[in-house]
């Protein structure tokens, strides 16, 4: 079971220190956290993580993990996670100062035909 969810992301980086920090606090080895959430990266020349993929079907919680990586990711308005669910339920998260702040569309009905 669990709710099917299509996850795309944009311009989540962390520096190579931010990096060290994230290393720290967590439990277990990065990669192995990573693995488990289903979410691939990509490295810089310079030790920088990319966020690139989310490799997982079902919605298990992840913005929790975003939560954990919000106070590490470059600040950049442009780092987005989109989100759409199997009920074409649509959402994003952004990062601002630190925190992770979750949007939510809204949707305008023009008129366009008619007297």
Not at 37 to 46: I, L, N, P, R
Not at 59 to 78: C, G, M, Q, R, T
Request: glycine fraction near 8%.
């Amino acid at each position: 079971m669990g709710y099917s969810v299509s996850i795309n992301m944009a311009n989540i980086e962390i520096s190579a220190a931010e990096v060290l920090k994230l290393r720290a606090k967590l439990d277990q080895p990065l990669e192995d956290e990573l693995n488990d959430w289903c979410f691939g990266v990509s490295w810089t020349d310079a030790g920088e993580m990319i966020l690139d993929e989310f490799m997982g079907e079902k919605w298990h919680d992840e913005d929790e993990f975003f939560k954990i990586l919000a106070p590490h990711v470059i600040s950049n308005p442009e780092a987005e996670i989109f989100c759409l669910g199997e009920d074409g339920d649509k959402w994003k998260y952004g990062f601002e100062d630190g925190q992770l702040v979750e949007y939510r569309p809204t949707i305008t009905w023009e008129r366009v035909s008619g007297s």
